[in-house]
């Protein structure tokens, strides 16, 4: 997972947008993926000539990245604003793999369908 271009949801000043970055390492803290990437923003995508442009390093959870692909000029920028941690709080892969294993110990199947 290093190395992978992504989309990062930041908030600065008060506004989220997603910034092109990179994953530089990926942690599992208490049961929760973290992952480490830098990204780079600009002041205004408008006046690229005279834009403030800074490198950064966030340390965030999964909800908040997308795959991106490079080649294509940020057509693939997602248009959604992801759901707030205090709204919604992430499960811990401990929770998440005990509930498979309850899901799959109840004789409940996937059907393939």
């Not at 949801?9 to 008060?14: A, K, N, P, Y």
């Not at 780079?40 to 965030?60: Q, Y």
């Not at 908040?64 to 920028?77: A, S, W």
């Amino acid at each position: 997972m290093p190395a992978t271009p992504v989309w990062v949801w930041v908030v600065r000043l008060g506004t989220g947008k997603w910034w092109p970055g990179t994953v530089l390492s990926l942690k599992v803290l208490d049961g929760i993926a973290r992952v480490t990437v830098r990204f780079e923003c600009r002041t205004s995508e408008k006046a690229r000539l005279h834009s403030i442009a800074f490198v950064g390093l966030i340390s965030t959870r999964m909800r908040f990245l997308e795959l991106r692909d490079p080649n294509i000029k940020e057509i693939d920028r997602p248009h959604y604003t992801p759901l707030s941690l205090l709204r919604a709080p992430e499960a811990s892969l401990r929770n998440l793999a005990t509930a498979e294993l309850n899901f799959g110990a109840n004789g409940a199947a996937h059907s393939g369908k």
